[in-house]
């Protein structure tokens, strides 16, 4: 149980170019939802949360007009980079929470997406 | 300042042999600790989780200890197999409410043949 996948699990786009990945929670309700980047040889950054119906909340340093965030139901988030360039090639990994703000709750991490930029 | 720092930052064993990583945090006020496995171009797959009470964890060959006075904890692989090359990450959660993971920068292993 607890799966959540990611589609696509790699994509190549061209500068300019805005380019949507999807998180989904297969077998639970996702009340929460995480994006995260990462960067070769480096850990998991948080870009922001999302709770499903509501406004993402970007972390510091993070575009939201550059990465757009849409938690429409409770299994499915979507990440859409706009205008992506070259400094936007990444792993990006997105998570899925069950509750709604319980202390530590468990997150189940996605397979990630692998997006190049050229 | 909440950080979760790991050592090694990489390590390269045979396979069969034993190792031990090393997670340290300064993460306040506590609530749990995981360790997480990532194969490359994959994401974070949970090992384990202790909570403050637990001093050791196990799964498999992986057993995780936890010193919440130290702020200390270790993951220990037992008899490496090649499938266990990857990046093993320390994840802290604080008690501040929200879900924020606090997440070390991992350990890379490589076990070779």
């Known amino acids: 149980g607890a799966v959540v996948s990611q589609h696509p699990s790699w994509v190549i786009c061209k500068s300019g170019t805005s380019v949507k990945i999807e998180c989904r929670s297969l077998d639970f309700q996702a009340t929460t939802m995480f994006w995260y980047r990462q960067f070769p040889k480096q850990s998991l950054m948080l870009m922001a949360t999302?709770?499903?119906?509501?406004?993402?909340?970007?972390e510091q340093g993070v575009e939201k007009d550059k990465f757009l965030i849409n938690h429409a139901s409770l299994t499915l988030s979507t990440l859409t980079v706009t205008s992506a360039h070259p400094e936007d090639s990444s792993f990006y990994i997105c998570?899925?929470?069950?509750?709604?703000?319980?202390?530590?709750?468990?997150?189940?991490f996605g397979p990630g997406t692998r997006l190049l930029v050229l | 300042k909440n950080q979760v720092e790991q050592s090694p930052q990489s390590l390269i064993i045979l396979e069969g042999k034993n190792c031990t990583l090393q997670c340290n945090y300064t993460v306040s006020p506590f609530s749990n600790l995981r360790w997480y496995k990532q194969d490359t171009g994959r994401g974070p797959v949970s090992l384990t989780i202790?909570?403050?009470?637990?001093n050791t964890k196990s799964n498999g060959r992986y057993t995780a200890t936890l010193d919440a006075d130290t702020k200390q904890s270790s993951l220990h692989i037992t008899a490496s197999q090649l499938s266990d090359s990857a990046s093993y990450i320390c994840v802290v959660s604080a008690t501040s409410g929200t879900y924020k993971y606090i997440f070390g920068t991992g350990t890379r292993l490589k076990v070779l043949a």
């Open positions: 202790m909570t403050f009470s637990e």
């Open positions: 999302s709770n499903e119906g509501s406004k993402a909340t970007y």
């Open positions: 998570s899925a929470a069950s509750g709604a703000g319980a202390i530590g709750e468990t997150q189940y």
